[in-house]
Each structure stands twice: as structure tokens, then as C-alpha cells.
């Protein structure tokens, strides 16, 4: 079991208190700085979801490929399959994910070769 603690604070802003401070700034009038301070973000950060509507939610590098109808979608498929058969092994899943996202035309980063996704 690992025990690798998180070593920088990055994301760990709450959206409410995100929209604290965005009431605060746009019907309070107060400063984006003396907010910041008040409930202990960074400027900068403040500024970054003031920016955009809502704060974002990706940590990683990659976008994600299927919605969430999606993947409630095929995992309801893969549940049906498994409760049929014996279960699913981890490559029928992969190829499976790949004929769903060719047979959707949605566009992926999988391996047209192994026609598979994933690792």
C-alpha cells in the first residue's frame, strides 16, 4: 500500500469558497486582493477562476474521451455482459471501449492497430 502523501496544495480549492469570493468581488465591490487574503487563496488563483465561468475540474493532461452519458452508457452494457457470461477480463473491456467509441465516431487517442484502448 502506498503512502505517498500530496506534496503541494494545487486544486484543493473549494468551489464554494471559489463563489464566496466571486459574490464578494462582483456585488460587494471589495478588492480581488483583500478577498484572497480574507479567505486565504492566492491572488492569482482568484483571478484564474474569475476568468472563466466556472472553476475548472481536469488535473490531469489528457481530455476525456467519452461524457458521462456515455460512460453510464457502456458501463451499463458492461454490467449486462458481465451478469450474461462469466465476467469480463481487463482486454475484452479495452476492445470493447474501442468498437464503443468507432462505432459512436467519437475521436481517440486509442491504438488503431491493437484496436484497443488504453495501456
Known amino acids: 500500500m502506498s503512502r505517498r502523501g500530496r506534496k503541494t496544495d494545487r486544486r484543493n480549492d473549494p468551489s464554494s469558497l471559489i463563489e464566496e469570493?466571486?459574490?464578494?468581488?462582483?456585488?460587494?465591490?471589495?478588492?480581488?486582493?483583500?478577498?484572497?487574503?480574507?479567505?486565504?487563496?492566492?491572488?492569482?488563483?482568484l483571478r484564474k477562476y474569475l476568468k472563466t465561468d466556472?472553476?475548472?475540474?481536469?488535473?490531469?493532461?489528457y481530455d476525456s474521451i467519452f461524457?458521462?452519458?456515455?460512460?453510464?452508457?457502456?458501463?451499463?452494457?458492461?454490467?449486462?455482459?458481465?451478469?450474461?457470461?462469466?465476467?469480463?477480463t481487463?482486454?475484452?473491456?479495452?476492445?470493447l471501449s474501442y468498437e464503443f467509441a468507432k462505432k459512436n465516431g467519437i475521436p481517440h487517442r486509442f491504438n488503431k492497430d491493437t484496436k484497443m484502448?488504453?495501456?
Do not use: F, W
Not at 73 to 83: A, D, G, P, Q, S
Not at 90 to 95: G, N
Open 54 to 61: 466556472t472553476p475548472a475540474t481536469k488535473l490531469g493532461r
Open 21 to 45: 469570493a466571486r459574490k464578494r468581488i462582483v456585488d460587494g465591490g471589495e478588492s480581488k486582493r483583500s478577498v484572497a487574503s480574507a479567505l486565504g487563496i492566492l491572488e492569482s488563483t
Open 117 to 119: 484502448a488504453g495501456k
Open 67 to 88: 461524457t458521462k452519458e456515455m460512460e453510464d452508457e457502456l458501463y451499463e452494457y458492461i454490467k449486462k455482459l458481465t451478469v450474461c457470461t462469466n465476467g469480463i
Open 90 to 95: 481487463t482486454r475484452k473491456l479495452r476492445v
